[in-house]
């Protein structure tokens, strides 16, 4: 009776000593939590000083991972005004915790795209469509994603060199990566690979958790070496862009770090319709939408797209460079003739190779509500982490290069997970009867995937306008699995995956693949490779990759939409500085070489516009 007396009068205890110390705690985390998602990190919003006709010397649309990285570059020189025009808005607070990342889909910051219907792909999701998160705020993308910071490999850049594209071979493009980098992590400290001292924060997260030891292991079996850090083959933790524990995005890096320069104007919850092309086929300035005004903002000097592998080539169709036949199926007034929004690329994994393991494999963590109190004070422990998602496994299945082919994620789910599971889940639209199987499989015991991801594929997409309206999303056509290739390739992936499992490091935890039942595979024998080839077409979806549809290259490159310095050719004043630009895709996960692409990039606009660098 005493004790229920307590609580009755708990709420109006909020006198005494014990009542000061709890509000003291309270005070304490609240205020951590401020620090945490702080808007002092980010430059100031300034949409609302913007008027119609205002002049600026270069204007960047788009503040993404590469879009940041220009505006910051260019900003340099106090002599240039420079404009960042970006359609959303800060980053939510949930972004700046790593953990959290998988929630960010589907949410305020993320643009929320899906793919066209295909007979051959994503079908089992949500209206046959797989979802595409595009980042849409300060940071763009780099806000959303999962943080994984890989440079890729030599090959990659060198094929883009000899495709026509000087100065953008291995060699040539590693002191940008080099020049952004600030290796921040202990357990690397004596790595030459990396640089010290420049914006972008990168850390190592560690998971605890054994079995990302056993996956290693089992890798090491079929050949692979665990590495410490990134080489074309093996199996290493990635580092990440974190910095203490908190998401370090481009938008807070690359412009809140140098948000005192007077010289930087950003514009968030803005959107630009199209660019302002004359007579000369000179670009000399922008329609933005702001709130319910429609500004015409001029650009002295040049004006740079960085909206990214869906919204560069939108914008640039809408403002009459694009193909032909569709810019006038659609009534728009061609400018330029060329091939944007073709050669769409992407890396595409299979999300459903799903297994169970014992759980003397996956120790469960500590009490939820002690890591959130150690990350709300500290920002340390699970919060701060992915898990295993960082661990990354880089395999060739045909053995005959020293190059990858497959990639390899991982995600792990403790038994009864509330979180991370419904969470995935949810944000990639996995229908109702195969998620039922997984949720109820891990209510058993712990669970994980292993997600085998294509990193050269065959196949080709293309990104169309749906309507003149710039506020419409447009077409977003991935054509995966159009190449049958792509579907051998993923098919050596998963029994690559298939034979880890039978390695006896795992193998003594008893991991079992589930079988989904995946509606339309009923026929084919479970585990068979016809059976595997189905539900490819099932539940192969998005690794959120997509690139090349601004596709960089000569002149007599009929792809071509941008020159090797990402001029946009025939058009003057204007260029293109995002990973649509690539004219293959790295095999790599994209962030890095983005932000690469962004730092060369504006190297190039600052030597043609008289501006040399002093560090490079
Ligand atoms: C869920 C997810 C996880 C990922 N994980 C990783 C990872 O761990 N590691 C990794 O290397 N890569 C990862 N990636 C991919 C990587 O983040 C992207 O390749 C990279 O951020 C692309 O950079 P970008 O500059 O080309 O485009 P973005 O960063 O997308 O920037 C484009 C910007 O332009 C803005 N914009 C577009 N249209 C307009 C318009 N009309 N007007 C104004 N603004 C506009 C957008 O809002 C956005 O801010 C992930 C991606 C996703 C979605």
Redesign the pocket.
Known sequence: MECSGIINHCPNSVSGVSAHIFLTLINTLMSSKCQISSKEKYPVDSRTELKDHDEFDFIV?????????VANKLSENSNWKVLV????QYPSPSTEIPSL??S??QGED??QFTTEPSDKACLGFKNKRCR???????????????????RGNKRDYDQWAQDGNDGWDYESVLKYFIELEDLQAEQLKNSTKYGRGGFLPLSLYNSQQPIKEMLKESARVLGYPSLLEEDNLGYFE?L??VEKGIRAN??KVFLGKVKERSNLVVAMN????KIIIDDTNTASGVV?AVGDKKLTIKARNEIIV???????P??LM?SGIGPKQHLQSLGIDVIQDLKVGENLQDHEFYLGFYASIDETAVPAKDNVIDELYRYFMYQEGAAAQIGI??LVGFINTRNDSNYPNIQLHHVLYEKNDKYLLPEILRVTGVIDEIAAIEMQTNQQSPTFNILPTILNPKSRGRILLKSKN?HDKPLIYPNYFEDPEDVEIMLEGIKFAQKQLETEPLKQHNPQIVDLKIPGCENFEFKSDDYWRCALSRLGT??????GTCKMGPKADLAAVVDARLRVHGVKNLRV????IMPNIVS????????M??NKGATMVMEDWGYKHDEL
């Open positions: 649309l788009g503040a993404g991972s590469a879009g940041s990285v025009i970006e359609a959303g990342l998988f960010l889909q993320d643009w595409w998160p595009r980042g849409k705020c300060l940071g763009g993308t780099s806000a959303i994603n999962g943080m994984l910071y890989i990635s990440q862009t481009a938008g803005s959107v630009v319709e933005v960085s909206g990214g592998a869906i919204g560069s939108q914008i809408l998602t960082n710039p998005t690794v959120y990759h997509p690139v500085i995002d990973a649509s790599v996960n994209t962030n890095a070489p983005s932000m692409i962004g």
